[in-house]
């Protein structure tokens, strides 16, 4: 092993050291930010044992990451690995006691300094999973949450023949990745989605491309519907930021340091644009068709009042895996006397 890694694994931040932020992620202000882990003793560092092997770093990882804040640090530590070694998660359990080399060793402590300072590990890796499908993650957009599969799942109850040609709307498409999943499950579907954010358009169109969906998307930069041609859709799916502005300081810090505000900041109450959603689903979900969207767990009354309120006879509040209020669905009926 060499004196680099041994000296790294002997010494980190100690437990009141600030946590470095971004800076830990690209050149001189990261070798910076490794100087520093490398400088401060860490008292209650576990043994170095004799060979660094799949289990053994796993097992120093885990508390390494535990003492700075990550509450999967043994996840992390596992998915971080597979990254640093090239492999799949699966293949660290299938040879747990393969020795690792000082070039792999340096790529783990790279990525795991990164985790410490709270960067979330779906961008650190690239990637992150959502209904069974593998996404591209970056900073661009939020990462895809598995919470948010409850939008497919209510798509799904609502339009049971898979092979029906239907089409889909999507604004705040940030990674595409709500919308790719629709495609999977509707072969004969079309989408369309939107997003203010030019950098989330592209992280989408890779995903899109990525998926082999490309013929059947279109992609739009604009506010919500803004520039897309007058049509109506089956489906309309969101999940828009509804956090409210004054809470985003105490959210975690994977969130609140690491993922665009734009997809957070609901406004003062949370709910700038959900209250645009009503008049939207007018305009654009086709008679019989539905709207759905996401919402935040305490916003489930206010949001169902907001459609009742814009003449939408059939609302629905719809419950999380956590049984917390997740997402608001409602079908367009009676178009013709709006």
């Known amino acids: ?11 980190g931040p100690s437990e009141t050291e600030a946590p470095v932020r971004k800076a830990a992620t690209c050149g001189a202000e990261q070798e910076s930010a490794i100087s520093i882990l490398n400088r401060l003793s860490s008292l209650d560092q576990p043994p170095i044992p004799a060979i660094w092997t799949i289990r053994t770093l796993l097992g120093w990882s885990t508390p390494w ?4 804040g990550i509450d999967s640090a043994r996840l992390d530590g596992e998915l971080l690995l597979a990254k640093a070694l090239g492999a799949r998660r699966i293949d660290l359990f299938l040879d747990p006691d393969r020795p690792l080399n000082p070039e792999e060793l340096a790529d783990f402590k790279a990525l795991i300094v990164r985790r410490a300072a709270r960067e979330p590990v779906a961008h650190i890796v690239g990637m992150r999973e959502f209904w069974g499908m593998t996404f591209l993650s970056s900073g661009a957009a939020l990462i895809p949450r598995p919470e948010t599969e409850l939008l497919v799942e209510t798509i799904l109850s609502h339009f049971p023949d898979r092979s029906a040609p239907l089409a889909f709307l999507e604004p705040c498409v940030g990674s595409g990745a709500l919308l790719c999943a629709l495609l999977k499950e509707y072969p004969q579907a ?13 992280l989408a169109r890779r995903n899109v491309e990525k998926c082999g969906y490309a013929a059947r998307v279109e992609l739009y930069q604009g506010d919500m519907d803004e520039g897309i ?32 505000r734009l997809a957070l900041d609901g406004g003062e109450d949370g709910l700038t644009l959900l209250k645009r959603l009503p008049a939207l689903f007018w305009r654009r979900v086709r008679e ?33 895996y956590h049984r917390l209020p997740r997402a608001v669905v409602m079908k367009v009926e009676g178009r013709e006397e709006v």
């Open 190 to 202: 079309i989408g369309v989605g939107s997003d203010l954010s030019a950098e989330a358009l592209g």
């Open 65 to 68: 990451l535990a003492r700075r």
């Open 288 to 320: 019989g068709g539905v709207g759905v969207t996401e919402i935040g767990y305490d916003q489930g009354e206010q949001v169902v009042a907001l459609f009742r309120e814009a003449g939408f006879a059939k609302v629905e509040l719809l419950m999380d």
């Open 229 to 260: 041609s007058e049509r109506l859709f089956d489906g309309v799916v969101v999940n828009p930021p509804y956090i409210v502005s004054g809470e985003l300081a105490g959210l975690q810090p994977e969130v609140r340091d690491w993922e665009p």
């Open 1 to 11: 092993m060499n004196a680099f890694w041994q000296r790294f694994m002997a010494n």
